[in-house]
């Protein structure tokens, strides 16, 4: 089975505009402000799938305000084999591109809350088990809440859970909950 694809195209794009992001996020304030810079590694885990991504973000760690930061991502999901055959498709092909925010709010020194919504937008290729093949216009939204732990903001460690849930169009899975575990370090 193909992995889901949503790798190059967005890739390219965050990586051509995180540059004008980063510029418009930080200001002469904010050389002295505490920015923490993290990068983490989050599995993700669901009835119908798993996956992995990697994540740059960058914040300010010490304001007590909701804070919406740079962040950058890249990661895969693959679709429970089981439940495409149950639906009778061979491969899945999905292109998409995903738009939100992802915000934290400070909780007390190194723990936030991190709530999140967003959309996919992109396109669907099936291969049906009778060498069909179905291009479909893929729309759906996600959401999230989970804890971000950050001990030490100088440098350390950095842990976090969530609560993921996903609403779609897809042929594959229209609707799925789950859970991602992350960890990774700041600096």
Do not use: C
């Not at 789950?178 to 370090?185: A, K």
């Amino acid at each position: 089975m193909k992995h889901i694809k949503s790798s190059s195209v967005f890739l390219t794009i965050t990586l051509v505009i995180a540059p004008f992001l980063a510029k418009a996020q930080t200001s002469l304030d904010s050389a002295t402000v505490d920015n923490i810079h993290m990068l983490t590694y989050t599995k993700t885990f669901s009835k119908h799938y798993q996956g992995w991504s990697i994540q740059y973000r960058e914040f300010d760690g010490s304001t007590d305000e909701f804070v919406i930061p740079i962040t950058l991502s890249f990661g895969s999901a693959r679709i429970d084999q089981a439940l495409l055959e149950k639906k009778d498709i061979a491969s899945l092909d999905t292109y998409s591109l995903g738009l939100g925010f992802d915000g934290y709010e400070r909780l007390g020194k190194g723990t936030y809350l991190n709530l999140g919504l967003g959309t996919i937008v992109g396109l669907e290729s099936i291969e049906t088990t009778k060498q069909q093949r179905i291009d479909r216009f893929l729309i759906g939204g996600t959401s999230k809440i989970g804890l971000l732990f950050v001990p030490f903001q100088e440098l350390g460690l950095v842990f976090g859970a969530n609560a993921l849930g996903r609403l779609s169009n897809s042929r594959a899975v229209r609707y799925d909950l789950g859970l991602s575990l992350e960890v990774g370090v700041n600096f």
